[in-house]
């Protein structure tokens, strides 16, 4: 089974950084793509950045030029780099990763995003005062 966990949240203050880890275990598609999603509570859920099996990276306008996404194969584990945070972006955050498709919709962002990437982990919690 696919397994996706979480790391590296907590409170920071605005204008601080974090870097968000995500663990990978059991995934056994060369093609993919990955990527982070936010969700405050009674909101949807917003795509954040994503990066697929040959390293394109795509990032949200939302949150560009502020976060990156990143992975290291080596170590299966996809990173989500946070700068200059903002109150607004307290939310739990989360990893996904898809079921070995790739397209347009990894870059782009559609409404149905997420359900693309079916493959989330539990989330860690970042809070930013």
């Known amino acids: 089974d696919v397994q996706l966990v979480e790391s590296g949240g907590g409170s920071v203050q605005a204008g601080g950084s974090l870097r968000l880890s995500c663990v990978v275990s059991?995934?056994?598609?060369?093609?993919?793509?990955m990527g982070w999603f936010r969700q405050v509570p009674g909101n949807e859920r917003e795509p954040l950045a994503s990066?697929?099996?040959?390293?394109?990276?795509s990032v949200a306008d939302s949150v560009k030029g502020r976060f990156t996404i990143s992975q290291d194969g080596a170590k299966n584990t996809l990173y989500l780099h946070m700068n200059n945070l903002k109150p607004e972006d307290t939310a739990m955050y989360h990893c996904?990763?898809?079921?070995?498709?790739?397209?347009?919709?990894?870059?782009?962002?559609?409404?149905?995003?997420?359900?693309?990437?079916?493959?989330w982990g539990q989330g860690t919690q970042v809070t930013v005062s």
């Open positions: 990066i697929d099996s040959d390293g394109r990276t």
């Open positions: 996904a990763a898809s079921g070995g498709q790739l397209g347009r919709w990894c870059y782009e962002f559609p409404v149905n995003w997420v359900s693309w990437l079916y493959n």
């Open positions: 059991g995934y056994r598609y060369s093609t993919y793509c």
